[in-house]
């Protein structure tokens, strides 16, 4: 899938590099004059030109980025053929969805930001995606079988664990901490103290909002803490190797046994169709690749 690229940073990188080096040579793709507007660098006054950057850009990257290029392409004229179209809200929600399972939108951008991408350009990437699925799902068929088996085999997946929501706020010391704790219970508000204060550059832009989580997945001290709190109670201070972190939970889910309703077949249903769209997606577009009339005019 193109997302898992992006996720790993490889397609992204690529594509950039053949944008910024369009964007450098204009369009121009044969240009060969060396007057000042076509230099990039002088190296003890020789010079290095555009066309050399971008044929430099070319040799390491390009093929794969066109290669790229021309599927987006092709996916995009298959669906409007189709009159397929992906809202924006429906971007929107698997965006969310997407930062929830890291940890929140904060998590999202600094984990994009190490990888050299936007939330704009991940946006990008799921619209194509989804417009993929869209135009793949229709060919798809899960039966009911298939979706009562699902649940009887995996009914873990569908227990609720529990699970706490809640903020934190880490700084170096436990003094720091202790003085927040105090403008906390004085009434100083959460979010604005974690924005201001909190070293924890995934939580910190969000007021220190980690989401929804269960156990076995923060470090023990922390998840000891996190769970022992009532809804709305702020943490004494607690250490970890990170740091000293005061801990807010906002809610609270108890553990519940799996029940199968047509909420949870509806959701078998779409994961077993996406599964399946996931292992038809590269033939798809070898397919589409092979019947379309595709001219590489660079390259050779």
Known sequence: MLVERVRTGRGRVALAALVMGLIVIGGAWTLRAQDDANLVARVNGEAITKDELFDMMFQYVGQQVLDELILIRLVEQEASARGVAVSDEEV???LDAFAARVGGLGQLEFLLMQQGMTVEQLSEQLRVNLTIR???APEIEVTDEEVRRFFDENPERFAQQEM???RHILVDTRDEAESLREQLLAGADFGELAREHSTDPGSA?????LGWFGRGVMVAPFEEAAFALAVGEISEPVQTAFGFHLILVEERAEAEEAVFNDEVAATIR???TDQKVEQ???PWLQALRMGADVQVLIGD
């Open 280 to 282: 038809r997606w590269g």
């Open 205 to 209: 832009p969000a007021g220190g909002e």
């Open 134 to 136: 869209a135009l793949i």
């Open 164 to 166: 706490v929501r809640a």
């Open 92 to 94: 929107q929600a698997e």
């Open 270 to 272: 779409q994961g077993l």
